[in-house]
């Protein structure tokens, strides 16, 4: 894990509710593609083993719908692992009406509410290095 970055990249004009769950469903995303990204359990001071939780910085940045679509494009060019989140998933009640609706629209017509990027971190910076912390 030589100088690995991540980020996660949110659409900050959606409501609170969805951003927190867009972040949620992108950082279990990266973790199932880099599991090297999770640390080992650790015992807390009475011996209690305690899950292991990401051993790099994933800042969580604001992009807006035009940047998010623009980043897209740009990070899918580079190598980096992309997972994108799209509006598709606030209308769909499972996994298979999703992959159903992200195969029926048009790249033109997805959403996207948040992406995560995941990689050299030169290259990363060179994507977000501009993009502000989501307050």
Known sequence: ???IRCAIIIDPDLPPGVI?????????????????????DLPDARGQP?????????????GG?????????????????LVELT?????????????AALAATP???????GLALCGPGKRVRQLTGSLGLLC
């Open 1 to 3: 894990m030589d100088d």
């Open 20 to 40: 927190a769950n867009t972040a949620a469903v992108l950082a279990m995303s990266l973790g199932k593609r880099h599991p090297e990204l999770v640390g080992q």
């Open 50 to 62: 305690r899950q292991g939780i990401t051993t790099v910085p994933i800042p969580v940045l604001k």
């Open 65 to 81: 719908a035009d940047q998010l679509r623009a980043l897209r494009a740009a990070a899918s060019e580079t190598g980096l692992t």
């Open 87 to 99: 509006s598709a998933t606030r209308f769909t009640r499972s996994y298979q009406e999703y992959a």
């Open 107 to 113: 790249e033109e017509m997805v959403e996207y509410q």
